[in-house]
T-cell receptor
Framework: GAVVSQHPSWVICKSGTSVKIECRSL??????MFWYRQFPKQSLMLMAT?????????EQGVEKDKFLINHASLTLSTLTVTSAHPEDSSFYIC????????????FGPGTRLLVL | ELKVEQNPLFLSMQEGKNYTIYCNYS?????LYWYRQDPGKSLESLFV?????AVKQEGRLMASLDTKARLSTLHITAAVHDLSATYFC????????????FGKGTLLTVNP
């Protein structure tokens, strides 16, 4: 149980284009989903927290207009990197929790983005 | 602001040896996690520690939590090559969204 998937697992795009990454909870309803970014050999940095049906809460320094997050259903959240640039190249990982008190986050397999 | 510090950041050890990774955090938290990450992969959950004095063991790994000292340890017993990975601790910063703050990770290399 508690499986989280991400799609795509790999994406290469040209600078200036937009890329959408999907995060799905396959066997549970995720009231809260988290989006992280990880640069090579570094730790995970939380970008934003999204609750189903409401606007995402972004961490300080994360541009909400550049990283659009939509959590339209209890099993799907999307992250769209708009007008991607090479510095946006990174490993993006989502996690999901059912949101009940003291619930564990379950991590997706990650999406590697390379912007040329 | 919650800060999580791990040490060491790099650990090279021989098979069969024991070692401990430390995780300190700066403010009160109600849970602490340990994760493993293999190169190019996402996170694998190892342990969730919920209370002071909690100790959990799985194979050659044992994690403990001292909430008074704000310290968790991940002890490796008789290391084997398969344990080579990056290990992260993460602390729940509280609030209704259960936000996690991660340490920088410890890159463990176990040499034959």
């Amino acid at each position: 149980g508690a499986v989280v998937s991400q799609h795509p697992s790999w994406v290469i795009c040209k600078s200036g284009t937009s890329v959408k990454i999907e995060c799905r909870s396959l066997d549970f309803q995720a009231t809260t989903m988290f989006w992280y970014r990880q640069f090579p050999k570094q730790s995970l940095m939380l970008m934003a927290t999204s609750n189903e049906g409401s606007k995402a809460t972004y961490e300080q320094g994360v541009e909400k207009d550049k990283f659009l997050i939509n959590h339209a259903s209890l099993t799907l959240s999307t992250l769209t990197v708009t007008s991607a640039h090479p510095e946006d190249s990174s490993f993006y990982i989502c996690s999901a929790s059912a949101g009940v008190p003291q619930e564990t986050q379950y991590f997706g397999p990650g999406t590697r983005l390379l912007v040329l | 602001e919650l800060k999580v510090e791990q040490n060491p950041l790099f650990l090279s050890m021989q098979e069969g040896k024991n070692y401990t990774i430390y995780c300190n955090y700066s403010t009160t938290s109600d849970r602490l996690y340990w994760y493993r990450q293999d190169p190019g992969k996402s996170l694998e959950s190892l342990f969730v520690l919920l209370s002071n004095g909690a100790v959990k063991q799985e194979g050659r790994l044992m994690a403990s939590l001292d909430t008074k000292a704000r310290l968790s340890t991940l002890h490796i017993t008789a290391a084997v090559h398969d344990l080579s990975a990056t290990y992260f601790c993460a602390v729940n910063s509280g609030g209704s969204n259960y936000k996690l703050t991660f340490g920088k990770g410890t890159l463990l290399t176990v040499n034959p």
